[in-house]
Structures are given as structure tokens and as C-alpha cells.
């Protein structure tokens, strides 16, 4: 290993950092900090991803189970509890306060038109009309509180067609409908069937990012929502369905077959519209290569040794490259290669190439596909504060992704994990009803909270 | 709930777009950068693109298998509507002070470049915030601006923050090689992510008066949607694994090959769902079976994999069509597969004006995903697309800043702004008649 040298710019990294170091996030303002935020998501965690976002910047976010926790607290990998919540709320309960409320009580309902005044944005994620049949629709909250922000993310939307089936929304059926999935996933070889490869099919992805972007998504509107509530002090109601979410962030595959008629079908570890651009096998596991001009193309064939061999000195586009024909021919080129490296071996090579190659400071992107436990342990994620155990007061330590940006005045910080079921009744209850300990046994014994 | 959106898409344009009276500039190519500042510009954001000239971004070569749209890249379509198009050189001096007086009369600035090139420039953020200390500047990029892959000048792409995060070892089927995305997830959703910062600290300006700098590295976002994995490793030592298409956190909840060779996803964790499944099924028992009755038992992966197995075999009976109708019917999750047909012929999609026709002036008519948030009293909209670089040069720097035409022909005549270099998805398309979409028509 050469003694590392630190570029020229280093005091350039060292001022940013002195800034906006997550090391520093918790001396710094909130954003979000003037906001009320009730998260009443039911089975979904997209409304749940939403509502962290917002009590990552400071928002003062109620969480309103009922009695007994909402399902998504039992969602956990082989159904792991810790302390008695699932893996997957653990990390989503973030920074929250957590009430109980029975919703199909009367009382119930009454305790949450109280919250709903003093709120700014409400968070749910039921089937359509649920809100509606207890009486606490848009056209009714708007009324007590004409500031909300009244936020639905569902599968199917408020309006349309589809918007009337009741069913909940799950990451896994709204990766399916987005079209994404369809999309995604190893090519089936002509002449073999799905029963023999049953790997061979559409993926979908492993993490519930169809939540997750949904959840961002509702977010961004929420914010936009309240820059024009600043303007004319009106509230809205914000509809964002889940799978149209997630297939915004699909490309041209609509335009595609609107003009072309062309479904765009899947292409395993290669890219329909990329090249180089792709993930390859290597000794130890595989890489992604990605060069996406031509100059990164060939200064990656010459650190394959191709160079002369392939004629890459007279190549002057990229656009042959990115047909099928040719992906498919270049991948076969290229694999037996690869395979003669460890990932880390072509990753430092490519990193020499950029100092000391024939086309330097020109490289392509090589990095190593890794498993999760190894980006964990990864240093310059650690240093970057994206596993800095959260210390919660109930749950412990425990590691959930945070300081996803760094920010000189407001940084995203999480100071809590989670909270029991019903943990915050007493204090939210006291502090926007002035419920105290009597009030609050009358109500737990008539089963409302 | 119904009534506040009665007639949403016929009323879209007697509304205000939210972000009115926002401007943005962005300084960005590929993917990771323009799309979150089209987010904004799609909720009414005045967003002006600057681009490098004579041959801007880099996306407006990229195309799927060599089909272009009228000369253009769909990529480059998609990723950049709303904008205005700006050609700069910022290499040099006039350049980068014609770069700061934009900045000065603007609210957020997007760039993404390697980290130190916007300080090699001269426009890096202590000299942005001397002419505007109320901006809100945000720099994406692979690694950050500090730590060691930063201080490498590592290049990244999408599917490099897929590989270095787990997220594509995580998207695949067990003991098979992890499998890329189709779609660049890290780059989109790090975009839009990025607007959750840019807004947040929009809002605190208005308290505070105020700006501030945000650094967004494409594999830091991603990790943040990871949820349970980072806990998991952590509490047991070991790495999460994949599962394909099962979700291990939810049972069940899986895609199934279906009678019809079409493929079905299902879900259906609560009790009242997990008995219309099993009453679909025509084995209501199983509801009661102690091994599924509840969820977090059945999670248990033997007791997950016994209960997915009968599903398969049950889905292999029926259509995809067969089984979304049953979910309707007893009230479970479930969908049959999409593709780029559903996509533009679903008339749901249609009905709700997510997938509608845009009518550009200078590409015709083309089919588009509208912005999928639907807000009712401020819709957001998507109107036209994207021009050729520095195609509305005249427009900003008159409009912003005031500048003379003949001002103007002499900033184009020193390079320091430049138009289209005359090739593919460059120049307009062959069919322009040389006016249409020009704001200022000389």
C-alpha cells in the first residue's frame, strides 16, 4: 500500500467539513422545528418514512397507533423482535412520539379533532373512504383546521378508476404495478422455463423503496404546500399513490412504447440506454463498471491490456456500443477478463489509472458490488456518520442509516429510535389536551387510548 | 376525500403552481442533478439550466438501443421539462460573474461536480454567499466533498452507489450474482431527496433570513431507505441476505408465476387480509393454522416458506387477472404485473392526468409521467420540454439581468455564452420551423 497523499484541495475538504460534520448536527437549528406533524399511516411505512423525514428536520411528530400498535411494528426479517418491536419500525419510529387512539370511538375521534387544530400536516395511508365513514375526511378536518396539510399515500390514489378498491397499500404489489419490476431482473435463456431458473423472472427490489419514495415524494409536496400556505395561509389535501411514485422515476420507458410500441423488457446486469455500464463478474464476487464517454470507455479497456487488441485508439463514438448486439458481444469480451481480478485489485487499478495512465486523469467508475455488512463496516461511512448508533433511552444503541446529507444549518439528526406502544400518551395528551393521570386511566379503561 | 379532488385535472390550470416565485439554477448533467431540480420546476420553480457550451449535458446522447426522439435523448426528456436553457462557459472570468449575478437574484443553486471543482471555478459557496448569503446551495455528488473517496476524486455512477451500498446485493435472488436495477434508483431518489433538504432549508430561511450549503453523496441516500437492514447487522453480526422476491419482513408478500405465464404480486400480513386470502384459496383452515395465525409467527422463515409454497401452487392455477380480482373481492393485496403497455394504456393512470400527453412547441406532442403528487388547492404540472443548449440565452439575460441585445451578441461573440453545436440532440429537431418555443424571437 503507497502512504496516502492528500490532493491539493484538501483545505477545500477540511473547510467543508468544519461545517457541516454530522459530529456537529445537534448544535445546530431545526428546520422543521415550528411544525406539528400527526402520522396516523396504518400497515404502510410509506406514511411512516414520510413523517421521519420531517422529524429528522425537527418537526414535532405524533405518531397515533391504535391501541395495541399499528402491523408495522411486526414487520421484521424471520420475524425478529427486539425489545418487542419489529427490526423495520425500530428504524422508522424515529424521533417520534408515540399515542394510542381508537378511531372507531367516538371519544376517539373528538381527542383527535383536538390534535388536528393545533396540527400543520397530517399523515395517512388508508384505503379510500376510511377517513370519510369517521367523519374525519378533508372536507371536515379543513373545516376545524383550514391551515392542514392533509396528506394520503395509498395505492390507488384519492381519484380515478382504481381509487375505490379498498385495499392497503404493500411495497411488494406496488413495485409490481409501477412497471419497474417488469423490468428488472435476469434474462430467462431461450428454451429453459421459470420452473427451472426460477431466479430468471422480474425483481423487484429488495429494500421497500416504492415506501420510501412515495413517502419522500409526499414529503417534497408537504413542503411545497407549506411555502404556499406561508403565502396565502391555506392549507390543501396532498394525494400521492405509490406505485405512480415509483414509476416517475422510471425513464422512457412509457415514451418508448408510446412512440415505438417497443415494451422494454428485461437486461440482467447491463443497461438498455448505457455503455460502459454494467455489473461484471470478477474473482471474489463482481464490480460495477460504468464509463459513460468514450474516453472512460477506452481507459478502461486499456486497463484491461485490450487497448491495441480491440483498436480502441480508433474508436470516435460510443453510440455502436450501446446497441444490444454489441452490450451482449462487449459483455462476453469483457467477463473471462474481469474474472482474472479481485474486485479491489481493478478498483485500485483504475483509482493508478487516474494519475499514471495513458488517457490519466481520465478513469472509469469501478466499484465492488458489496453486501450490506460490508458497507457497515466500510470506514468512510462510518466516518461520514451514516451508522452512528442512535442512543436511545428505551431500545439501547442501535445502528439505523442517518445524516443522509450534511448541511451547514440544519442537518437531518436522529435522536431517538422508537417508542413503545402508547409510551407518549401522558405527555402529548397533557400537553394538547391537558388530559392528566386521571382523565387519561378514565379514557385507558374505556379502551379509547 | 372524494369531493376535494372532484374535477382535479379540469381545473390543473385555474390553480397556482406551489413553488411559484421560487428560481433555481442548476449547473448539473446526467442524472443525479437534474432531477431534482426538475421536481421543482414541476412545481412551478422558475428553473434555469446552465449547461456548458457548445455541447451541455452529457445525457443528451443517451438513448435505449439507438432510438432517439426526434433527434433527441427520451433520458434527456424526462429528466429536464419546465427548465429554461442556458449556455455558459464557466471556465473563465466574465463567465463565472455573469454566474454570480444569476446568483444573486436567485434562491437555490444546484450543482453536481466533482468535489473543489465549483471552488476552482471561483463559485464555490463563501464566494455565492458574499453576493447572496440567503442561498441555498446544494452539491451532489459520488463521495461528498470530504472523507477519502472524495479526496480520491473517485467517479461514481448510479450503479456504483447500487454496488457499494448493498442495495443491489440486496435486490437479488439467494446464491445468484446481485443484480442492477433497471431504473438509476440512487440517482432519482437522491435527487428528489435532495429537494427535501432544499425545502427544509427554504423554510428555514424564512425564519432566519439564513442560507446554507448541503452535501447529498449518491450512496448516502440510498443507504437511508435500507431500513431494517442496518439493525439487523447489528444486533445479530450477521449481513442481511437477499431473498428475491420475497419480502422477509412481511408474510406473505411475493410475486407468483401465474397460470397465464403472467406473473402476480401478493400481499396480505393483516388478519383480515390473511383470511381473504386463505378463503380465496379455498383453505380458510389456514387462517387458523398455528403455524400462520400470526403474522410474526408466520414470519418465522420455515413457517414463511410453507405458506408461500401452497400460494405458488394455488397462483399457478389461476391468471394474474383472476387473482388482482379476488384481492379485490376479499380484501387482500394484489396486482398483476405492469409493463410499458399498462403504463400508457391503463386508463387509471390516464383518468388521474399521471400519465398524460404534453403538447411542446418544439417536439410536438409526446406521451410524459406528470408529477405524482396531486395537490389540490397548487397542482403541479409538467408543460414542455427540453430545448437546445443555451437556447434561451436572450431570454434570462434580458429578463434577469437586464442585458442589452447588443450586449448580448457580444457575450455570444466572446464564447462566454455559446448555443447548440450543429449535431444530435444538440440543435433543435429537423422538423422546427425556427421560432416556435423561442421566447424572444430576433
Redesign the interface.
Known amino acids: 500500500m503507497t502512504e496516502?497523499i492528500?490532493?491539493k484541495?484538501?483545505d477545500?475538504?477540511?473547510k467543508?467539513?468544519s461545517?457541516?460534520?454530522p459530529v456537529l448536527a445537534h448544535e445546530k437549528?431545526e428546520?422543521?422545528d415550528?411544525l406539528v406533524v400527526l402520522d396516523m399511516s396504518s400497515?404502510s411505512?410509506a406514511g411512516c418514512y414520510c413523517s421521519s423525514?420531517l422529524a429528522e428536520?425537527g418537526a414535532e411528530t405524533i405518531r397515533i397507533e391504535p391501541p395495541g400498535g399499528d402491523?408495522v411494528r411486526?414487520?421484521?426479517?424471520?420475524?425478529?423482535?427486539?425489545q418487542g418491536t419489529?427490526?423495520?419500525y425500530?428504524?422508522?419510529g424515529r424521533n417520534k412520539y408515540h399515542v394510542t387512539l381508537d378511531l372507531a370511538t367516538e371519544e376517539g375521534r373528538d381527542i383527535f379533532k383536538s390534535l388536528i387544530a393545533q396540527a400543520d400536516v397530517l399523515i395517512e395511508t388508508y384505503p379510500?373512504?376510511q377517513?370519510?365513514e369517521w367523519g374525519i375526511?378533508?372536507?371536515e378536518l379543513?373545516k376545524i383546521n383550514p391551515r392542514l396539510i392533509f396528506t394520503?399515500i395509498s395505492?390507488?390514489?384519492?381519484?380515478?378508476?382504481?381509487?375505490d378498491?379498498?385495499?392497503?397499500?404493500?411495497?411488494?404489489?406496488s413495485?409490481?404495478?409501477?412497471?419497474?419490476?417488469?423490468?428488472?431482473?435476469?434474462v430467462l435463456p431461450e428454451g429453459k422455463t421459470?420452473e427451472e431458473m426460477?431466479?430468471a423472472?422480474?425483481?423487484?427490489?429488495?429494500?421497500?423503496?416504492t415506501w420510501?419514495?412515495?413517502g419522500?415524494?409526499?414529503?417534497?409536496?408537504i413542503?411545497?404546500?407549506?411555502?404556499?400556505r406561508?403565502?396565502t395561509g391555506?392549507g390543501?389535501?396532498?394525494?400521492?399513490?405509490t406505485?405512480?411514485?415509483y414509476?416517475?422515476?422510471?425513464?422512457?420507458?412509457?415514451?418508448?412504447?408510446?412512440?415505438?410500441g417497443?415494451?422494454?423488457e428485461?437486461?440482467?446486469?447491463l443497461?438498455?440506454?448505457?455503455w460502459l455500464?454494467?455489473?461484471f463478474?470478477t474473482k471474489d464476487g463482481?464490480?460495477?463498471l460504468?464509463g459513460?464517454?468514450l474516453e472512460?470507455w477506452k481507459a478502461f479497456v486499456d486497463i484491461l491490456g485490450k487497448y491495441d487488441e480491440w483498436g480502441a485508439a480508433e474508436w470516435t463514438t460510443?453510440?455502436p456500443f450501446?446497441?444490444?448486439d454489441w452490450q451482449l458481444k462487449y459483455q462476453t469480451m469483457i467477463n473471462p477478463l474481469t474474472l482474472q481480478y479481485t474486485s479491489e485489485e481493478l478498483t485500485q487499478k483504475a483509482?493508478e489509472y487516474?494519475k499514471s495512465g495513458r488517457l490519466a486523469?481520465i478513469?472509469?467508475?469501478?466499484?465492488?458490488?458489496?453486501?450490506?455488512?460490508?458497507?457497515?463496516q466500510?470506514?468512510?461511512?462510518v466516518?461520514?456518520g451514516?451508522?452512528t448508533?442512535v442512543q436511545d433511552p428505551v431500545y439501547g444503541d442501535?445502528?439505523?442509516?442517518?445524516?443522509?446529507?450534511?448541511?451547514?444549518?440544519?442537518p437531518?439528526r436522529t435522536k431517538w429510535?422508537c417508542r413503545p406502544v402508547g409510551y407518549d400518551n401522558g405527555y402529548v395528551y397533557l400537553k394538547y389536551l391537558g388530559y392528566g393521570p386521571v382523565k387519561l386511566g378514565e379514557l385507558n379503561g374505556k379502551g379509547v387510548i | 376525500m372524494t369531493e376535494v379532488f372532484k374535477d382535479y385535472v379540469k381545473n390543473k390550470f385555474k390553480k397556482p403552481a406551489p413553488l411559484k416565485g421560487l428560481r433555481v439554477l442548476e449547473v448539473c448533467t446526467l442524472l443525479f442533478g437534474p432531477a431534482g431540480p426538475s421536481f421543482l420546476a414541476e412545481m412551478g420553480a422558475e428553473v434555469i439550466k446552465i449547461e456548458l457550451p457548445p455541447l451541455g449535458d452529457v445525457t443528451r446522447s443517451l438513448n435505449p438501443f439507438g432510438w432517439f426522439y426526434k433527434e433527441q435523448s427520451p433520458m434527456f426528456m424526462h429528466i429536464n421539462p419546465n427548465k429554461y436553457y442556458m449556455a455558459l462557459d464557466l471556465h473563465g472570468d466574465p463567465g463565472q460573474q455573469i454566474f454570480k449575478e444569476l446568483c444573486a437574484k436567485a434562491d437555490i443553486v444546484e450543482f453536481n461536480l466533482r468535489p473543489g471543482v465549483t471552488k476552482r471555478w471561483n463559485i464555490g459557496y463563501e464566494e455565492i454567499k458574499e453576493v447572496n448569503p440567503g442561498i441555498i446551495y446544494i452539491e451532489k455528488n459520488g463521495f461528498g466533498q470530504w472523507g477519502r473517496y472524495a479526496e480520491e476524486s473517485r467517479p461514481s455512477n448510479d450503479g456504483a452507489a447500487q454496488a457499494l451500498a448493498g442495495y443491489a446485493w440486496m435486490s437479488s435472488f439467494p446464491n445468484r450474482p446481485p443484480l442492477k436495477q433497471s431504473i438509476w434508483i440512487c440517482d432519482y431518489y437522491g435527487g428528489l431527496m435532495g429537494e427535501v433538504a432544499v425545502l427544509a432549508a427554504l423554510h428555514h430561511r424564512k425564519k432566519t433570513g439564513k442560507g446554507q450549503y448541503i452535501e447529498m453523496s449518491q450512496s448516502e441516500n440510498i443507504m437511508r431507505t435500507m431500513g431494517w437492514i442496518w439493525p439487523y447487522q447489528q444486533l445479530t453480526g450477521k449481513s442481511a441476505e437477499p431473498s428475491g422476491n420475497r419480502d422477509q419482513c412481511i408474510c406473505p408478500a411475493d410475486t407468483f408465476l401465474c397460470k397465464d405465464n403472467q406473473f402476480a404480486a401478493i400481499a396480505a400480513p393483516a388478519p383480515d387480509e390473511f383470511k381473504g386470502l386463505c378463503k380465496a384459496m379455498g383453505k380458510p383452515e389456514l387462517a387458523e393454522d398455528p403455524r400462520f395465525r400470526e403474522h410474526t409467527t408466520r414470519l418465522k422463515d420455515e413457517n414463511a416458506l410453507a405458506i408461500l409454497k401452497i400460494i405458488a401452487d394455488w397462483a399457478r392455477t389461476n391468471t394474474a387477472d383472476e387473482i388482482e380480482t379476488l384481492g379485490i373481492k376479499h380484501g387482500f393485496a394484489a396486482s398483476r404485473l405492469h409493463n410499458a403497455k399498462d403504463m400508457n394504456e391503463n386508463p387509471h393512470r390516464r383518468d388521474r392526468d399521471f400519465v398524460k400527453e404534453i403538447d411542446d412547441p418544439m417536439y410536438g406532442k409526446y406521451v410524459e409521467h406528470e408529477f405524482p403528487v396531486m395537490m389540490s388547492k397548487t397542482p403541479p404540472k409538467i408543460k414542455w420540454t427540453v430545448r437546445p443548449v443555451g437556447f434561451d440565452n436572450e431570454y434570462v439575460l434580458q429578463k434577469i439581468l437586464g442585458k442589452s441585445m447588443a450586449e448580448i451578441d457580444e457575450l455570444h461573440k466572446k464564447g462566454v455564452v455559446g448555443k447548440w453545436k450543429d449535431m444530435q440532440g444538440r440543435r433543435p429537431p429537423a422538423d422546427w420551423d425556427g421560432a416556435c418555443g423561442a421566447i424572444i424571437r430576433r
Open positions: 496516502y492528500r490532493p484541495w484538501a477545500w475538504a477540511d467543508i467539513r461545517l457541516d460534520d437549528p428546520a422543521l415550528d400497515r411505512m423525514m428536520l402491523l411486526t414487520y421484521s426479517p424471520n420475524g425478529m423482535m427486539h419489529g427490526l423495520a425500530l428504524a422508522e379510500k373512504g377517513m370519510d375526511g378533508y372536507d379543513s394520503s395505492a390507488f390514489g384519492r381519484f380515478g378508476p382504481e381509487s378498491r379498498r385495499q392497503y397499500d404493500y411495497d411488494n404489489v413495485q409490481a404495478r409501477s412497471g419497474i419490476q417488469y423490468a428488472t431482473g435476469e421459470v426460477p431466479w423472472v422480474p425483481t423487484k427490489a429488495g429494500p421497500w423503496i420510501a419514495v412515495s419522500t415524494f409526499a414529503a417534497v409536496g413542503l411545497g404546500a407549506l411555502h404556499y406561508e403565502l391555506e390543501q389535501a396532498i394525494d400521492v399513490a406505485p405512480e411514485a414509476e416517475r422515476l422510471n425513464d422512457y420507458v412509457l415514451h418508448w412504447y408510446a412512440d415505438q417497443h415494451v422494454c428485461r437486461f440482467g446486469n443497461d438498455t440506454c448505457l455500464y454494467g455489473f463478474p463482481g464490480v460495477f460504468g459513460l464517454r472512460m460510443l453510440a450501446m446497441k444490444k483509482i487516474a486523469p478513469t472509469p467508475v469501478v466499484a465492488e458490488i458489496v453486501p450490506p455488512g460490508k458497507t457497515m466500510d470506514a468512510i461511512w466516518e461520514r451514516i451508522f448508533p442501535v445502528v439505523v442509516a442517518q445524516s443522509q446529507w450534511k448541511a451547514t444549518e440544519t437531518p429510535v
